[in-house]
Nanobody, 121 residues
Framework: QVQLVESGGGLVQAGGSLRLSCAVSGIIFRINGMGWYRQAPQKQRELVAVITSGGSTNYADSVKGRFTVSRDNAKNTVTLQMNSLKPEDTAVYYC???????????????WGQGTQVTVSS
Protein backbone atom coordinates (compact mmCIF):
# COMPACT_ATOMS: atom_id res chain seq x y z
CA GLN A 1 0.00 0.00 0.00
CA VAL A 2 1.34 3.42 -0.95
CA GLN A 3 1.16 6.13 1.70
CA LEU A 4 2.18 9.78 1.71
CA VAL A 5 3.16 11.08 5.13
CA GLU A 6 3.37 14.84 5.63
CA SER A 7 5.02 16.87 8.34
CA GLY A 8 5.88 20.44 9.13
CA GLY A 9 2.62 22.36 9.32
CA GLY A 10 1.77 24.71 12.14
CA LEU A 11 1.06 28.27 13.23
CA VAL A 12 3.28 31.14 12.16
CA GLN A 13 3.05 34.92 12.07
CA ALA A 14 2.79 36.79 8.80
CA GLY A 15 6.22 37.17 7.23
CA GLY A 16 7.46 33.96 8.79
CA SER A 17 8.53 30.68 7.24
CA LEU A 18 7.51 27.05 7.36
CA ARG A 19 8.86 23.93 5.71
CA LEU A 20 6.59 21.07 4.70
CA SER A 21 7.93 17.61 3.98
CA CYS A 22 6.29 14.55 2.47
CA ALA A 23 7.61 11.01 2.22
CA VAL A 24 6.19 8.28 0.02
CA SER A 25 6.19 4.86 1.66
CA GLY A 26 5.26 1.47 0.28
CA ILE A 27 6.05 -0.25 -2.95
CA ILE A 28 5.81 2.05 -5.93
CA PHE A 29 7.32 1.38 -9.35
CA ARG A 30 7.56 4.92 -10.65
CA ILE A 31 6.73 8.42 -9.43
CA ASN A 32 6.15 11.10 -12.02
CA GLY A 33 5.14 14.49 -10.69
CA MET A 34 5.09 15.36 -7.01
CA GLY A 35 3.82 18.46 -5.36
CA TRP A 36 1.56 20.34 -3.03
CA TYR A 37 -2.03 21.47 -3.14
CA ARG A 38 -4.01 23.43 -0.57
CA GLN A 39 -7.59 23.93 0.43
CA ALA A 40 -8.85 26.87 2.46
CA PRO A 41 -12.23 26.80 4.21
CA GLN A 42 -15.11 26.98 1.73
CA LYS A 43 -12.74 27.01 -1.22
CA GLN A 44 -11.75 24.41 -3.76
CA ARG A 45 -8.45 22.61 -3.58
CA GLU A 46 -5.84 24.42 -5.63
CA LEU A 47 -2.36 23.71 -6.94
CA VAL A 48 0.47 25.32 -4.99
CA ALA A 49 3.60 23.86 -6.57
CA VAL A 50 4.58 20.76 -8.52
CA ILE A 51 7.87 19.29 -9.65
CA THR A 52 8.57 16.64 -12.26
CA SER A 53 11.01 13.78 -11.87
CA GLY A 54 13.41 15.80 -14.00
CA GLY A 55 13.18 18.81 -11.72
CA SER A 56 10.92 21.12 -13.72
CA THR A 57 8.65 23.17 -11.49
CA ASN A 58 5.36 24.99 -11.73
CA TYR A 59 3.93 27.38 -9.15
CA ALA A 60 0.66 29.11 -8.50
CA ASP A 61 1.01 32.81 -9.28
CA SER A 62 0.13 33.66 -5.68
CA VAL A 63 3.21 31.88 -4.30
CA LYS A 64 5.84 32.58 -6.95
CA GLY A 65 8.96 34.07 -5.44
CA ARG A 66 7.96 33.01 -1.92
CA PHE A 67 7.65 29.21 -2.07
CA THR A 68 10.17 26.68 -3.32
CA VAL A 69 9.40 23.04 -4.10
CA SER A 70 12.12 20.40 -4.24
CA ARG A 71 12.33 16.63 -4.29
CA ASP A 72 14.73 13.79 -3.60
CA ASN A 73 14.10 11.05 -6.14
CA ALA A 74 16.26 8.55 -4.29
CA LYS A 75 14.25 8.97 -1.09
CA ASN A 76 10.84 9.61 -2.71
CA THR A 77 10.38 12.83 -0.77
CA VAL A 78 9.10 16.27 -1.70
CA THR A 79 9.56 19.47 0.28
CA LEU A 80 7.88 22.85 0.20
CA GLN A 81 9.81 25.78 1.66
CA MET A 82 7.40 28.62 2.37
CA ASN A 83 8.78 32.09 3.07
CA SER A 84 7.14 35.47 3.55
CA LEU A 85 3.92 33.78 4.53
CA LYS A 86 0.67 35.71 4.36
CA PRO A 87 -2.65 35.18 6.14
CA GLU A 88 -4.17 34.16 2.80
CA ASP A 89 -1.79 31.18 2.73
CA THR A 90 -3.77 29.67 5.59
CA ALA A 91 -5.12 26.30 4.45
CA VAL A 92 -4.77 22.57 4.73
CA TYR A 93 -1.84 21.56 2.55
CA TYR A 94 -1.90 18.20 0.79
CA CYS A 95 1.04 16.31 -0.64
CA UNK A 96 0.47 14.69 -4.03
CA UNK A 97 2.37 12.09 -6.02
CA UNK A 98 1.44 10.76 -9.43
CA UNK A 99 2.78 7.34 -10.29
CA UNK A 100 2.21 3.64 -10.72
CA UNK A 101 2.60 0.71 -8.34
CA UNK A 102 4.00 -1.67 -10.94
CA UNK A 103 4.87 -1.86 -14.61
CA UNK A 104 1.41 -3.03 -15.67
CA UNK A 105 -0.68 -0.61 -13.63
CA UNK A 106 -1.94 2.77 -14.71
CA UNK A 107 -0.69 6.05 -13.34
CA UNK A 108 -2.83 7.49 -10.57
CA UNK A 109 -2.73 10.23 -7.98
CA UNK A 110 -1.84 9.50 -4.37
CA TRP A 111 -2.61 11.97 -1.59
CA GLY A 112 -1.40 12.68 1.90
CA GLN A 113 -3.75 13.22 4.82
CA GLY A 114 -3.17 16.97 4.87
CA THR A 115 -1.37 19.28 7.27
CA GLN A 116 -2.73 22.56 8.61
CA VAL A 117 -0.86 25.79 7.96
CA THR A 118 -2.15 28.85 9.79
CA VAL A 119 -0.68 32.31 9.25
CA SER A 120 -1.71 34.96 11.74
CA SER A 121 -1.73 38.65 10.90
Amino acid sequence: QVQLVESGGGLVQAGGSLRLSCAVSGIIFRINGMGWYRQAPQKQRELVAVITSGGSTNYADSVKGRFTVSRDNAKNTVTLQMNSLKPEDTAVYYCNANGRRNYASANRDYWGQGTQVTVSS
